[in-house]
């Protein structure tokens, strides 16, 4: 069940202009707001943005920075704001924690990375309390809350899911590993991309070839963590679609209504599909799928 316009769209294999224009209009920040809140004790802040003023409750996805990331470079990576705008969602991309505050930030994944994994921070609580704390500030559908991320954004998208799947609808990790004990507690869609030239976290999983963390670790592979979802959600179906050099997985007919999909590039590395030459989306700038674009026709099809 490959849905058309996905396909069509990952028939571009080259950045388009409109890619272009999201990541320039991204930047415009005029709805954009930084908000802080605090945490167990310690002062936690996210970047919010909202389309133009609704008393209707609208869907939410949250977009989590990579390791050494901020928010502003996780809204300037996917340009989801953009989306956002025209299809009427509300964004969030909250800041993980490190010893600047603003800068060189990591998420508790599990087995990475840096000052939140040494500290043992509990990332999903804030996470929640994020979602909390935007819902009490503008309307959210809370059938329809989604979360995406990148590298170790990735990483803690999958443990979110994993510790809070009752509340989610669905999740799309972008060049990240599941690594921990996954106990979701509800079927959950998942959609997923990973390129198989990627150096940082493996596509066949075990030690990175390239690293910036200095913990030791070992990744899971990606099609092990695809397999896990499929078998949890209990899915009857599956389709296989290959556009240029994308291939999608799809497998659909699973409990509660949910879809688990897998989007590998062959040959891609350790970026945010659909990235432009020079922008933070990632080392590898051309791909023949938008990220963005993809997961959002996903998220749009699931409620919880």
């Given amino acids: 069940m490959i849905a ?20 320039l209009g991204s930047t415009a920040g005029a709805s954009e707001v930084e908000r802080t809140l605090v945490f167990q004790g310690e002062a936690r802040s996210y970047l919010l943005h909202v389309p133009d003023s609704s008393a209707t409750a609208r869907p939410l996805v949250m977009v989590l920075h990579g390791g050494g990331g901020n928010a502003r470079n996780a809204e300037r990576m996917s340009g989801m704001s953009t989306i956002a705008d025209r299809e009427n969602f509300v964004v969030v991309y909250p800041n993980g924690s490190g010893r600047l505050r603003r800068a060189l930030l990591t998420w508790n994944a599990g087995n990475c990375c840096g000052t939140a994994l ?25 059938h329809r809350l989604y979360v995406t991320g990148m590298s170790n954004g990735g990483m803690m998208t999958y443990r979110l899911g994993c510790e809070s799947a009752a509340r989610l609808a669905a999740i799309a990790p972008v060049a990240g590993a599941m690594n921990v004990d996954c106990r979701p507690a509800a079927a959950l869609s998942v959609i997923a991309f990973h390129g198989t030239a990627d150096q940082h976290v493996l596509y066949d999983g075990g030690t990175p070839g390239k690293s910036i963390d200095r913990h030791p670790r070992v990744d899971t592979p990606v099609r092990q963590t695809i397999t896990f979802w499929q078998q949890f959600d209990r899915c009857q179906a599956h389709a296989t679609d290959t556009v240029v050099e994308v291939t999608t997985d799809d497998w659909h007919n699973c409990h509660a209504g949910t879809e688990v999909e897998l989007n590998t590039l062959e040959g891609f590395g350790h970026a945010w599909p659909g990235g432009q030459k020079g922008s933070p989306r990632g080392d590898d700038p051309t791909a023949s799928i938008d990220a963005s674009e993809a997961m959002w026709q996903f998220f749009s099809r699931h409620n919880r």
Avoid: C, H, K, M
């Fill in 4 to 23: 058309p316009a996905r396909a069509a769209l990952a028939r571009t294999i080259y950045p388009s202009l409109f890619t272009l224009l999201l990541a």
């Fill in 118 to 142: 040494d500290e043992q921070v509990d990332d999903v609580g804030f996470l929640n309390a994020v979602l909390d704390d935007v819902a009490r500030r503008t309307p959210i559908d809370s």
